[in-house]
């Protein structure tokens, strides 16, 4: 004879669907909890170890620029620390940016894999790809940008009616060598941590919760990691079309491609605008933009064609809804202290 209690042991509950029964059974005691049960458990779980990631990562933030900082200065007897104040050449700081920024972002998100126990090549998926698959996701990528960049031009023009102006402007270096390196950071080594932490660590450790709920969970936080109203809709779709690439090419390395030309782009045009007579900077703008779209759209039909399935999204099997899993994901206790974190530094730069 089977029984159905609920937890801890309420005879009313009679439901065989209810998640919030363990089934008893005569001789055998209670079974151990349902699938439903356990997948919401283990998805808290993986929550609150990327709500973790996130606290410490500005933890990490906090002090380590000041340690490079530290080290480099043994070296270099001239650079002066007074607290807060640091008195350096331009190309210090700028490596000091560079190396600060990756290991703030990318040990947290290791530490999150491992005691997750994601294997790293599950982590990390770094397979050969075909180049005629990578050059058409580059081109539909970058016509998707100019969705991202109109949707971001919006919200910085309603935001301007407000007298608020979000710091969203690169800040190009003029010393040679911090110029060089400015560059290194924003279309080699950024492009390279962020998709092995968002495409990678974060993306392919949720993907046994559902492809969908992970492509989606890693570009909101791909859009909130960038601390910017204003760039958070160009990150965010860039994030799922990254995203839902990485995972139908299967290699990280795809992901890396289209993002660092993506900055590469970004950073060539604002180059030559500045260089450009201010009356002519808007129609080169749209003159780029629609090329882009032009050649995205050709690169869709061409990814279309040659691969037919590759827009047919097959959504995984769980035995939780979307809403019940986006629920108890954005309500871990460590993710509800990540985000509040991550919206103030959003409201910080609006100022």
């Not at 080290?71 to 190396?99: D, E, K, T």
């Not at 005691?115 to 990528?141: G, T």
């Not at 932490?197 to 791909?222: E, K, T």
Request: aromatic content about 14%; proline content about 6%.
């Amino acid at each position: 004879m089977t029984r159905y209690y609920k937890i801890p042991t309420d005879p009313t509950c009679r439901r065989e669907d209810d998640p919030n029964c363990y089934t008893y059974v005569d001789g055998y005691g209670f079974t151990p909890p349902p699938p439903l049960v356990t997948e919401r458990r283990i998805l808290q779980r993986y929550s609150n170890g990327l709500g973790f990631a996130t606290l410490l990562y500005f933890i990490l933030t906090a002090f380590v620029p000041f340690f490079i900082l530290s080290v480099i200065a043994i070296f270099q007897p001239a650079i002066r620390i007074y607290g807060n104040q640091v008195l350096a050449s331009s190309h210090v700081i700028m490596l000091v940016n560079v190396l600060s920024s990756a290991i703030c972002l990318f040990v947290p998100f290791l530490l999150f894999v491992l005691l997750c126990r994601v294997p790293l090549n599950i982590a990390f998926p770094l397979h050969r790809f075909s180049a005629s698959l990578c050059i058409p996701c580059v081109f539909v990528a970058l016509a998707v940008s100019v969705i991202g960049v109109t949707s971001s031009n919006l919200i910085s023009a309603m935001l301007s009616t407000l007298n608020l102006q979000p710091h969203t402007d690169l800040y190009m270096p003029t010393q040679p060598v911090a110029m060089v390196l400015f560059g290194i950071q924003l279309c080699v080594i950024t492009p390279i941590i962020e998709e092995f932490v968002f495409r990678g660590m974060i993306f392919q450790s949720m993907r046994r919760f559902g492809d969908s709920f992970a492509l989606v969970l890693s570009a909101i936080l791909f859009a909130l990691f960038h601390g910017n109203l204003v760039q958070a809709p160009n990150a965010f779709l860039m994030g799922l079309v990254i995203g839902y690439f990485v995972l139908y090419s299967g290699s990280l390395w795809v992901g890396v491609i289209i993002h660092a030309v993506n900055n590469a782009m970004s950073l060539a045009l604002d180059l030559l605008c500045a260089a450009l007579p201010e009356e002519y900077q808007s129609l080169f703008l749209l003159s780029v933009f629609a090329l882009y779209l032009v050649a995205g759209i050709a690169a869709l039909l061409v990814l279309v064609r040659k691969y037919p399935n590759m827009f047919m999204f097959i959504r995984s099997t769980t035995f939780s809804t979307e809403r019940i899993k986006y629920r108890v994901a954005f309500s871990s206790l460590t993710m509800v202290f990540a985000l509040i974190l991550l919206v103030a530094l959003i409201i910080q730069n609006m100022f």
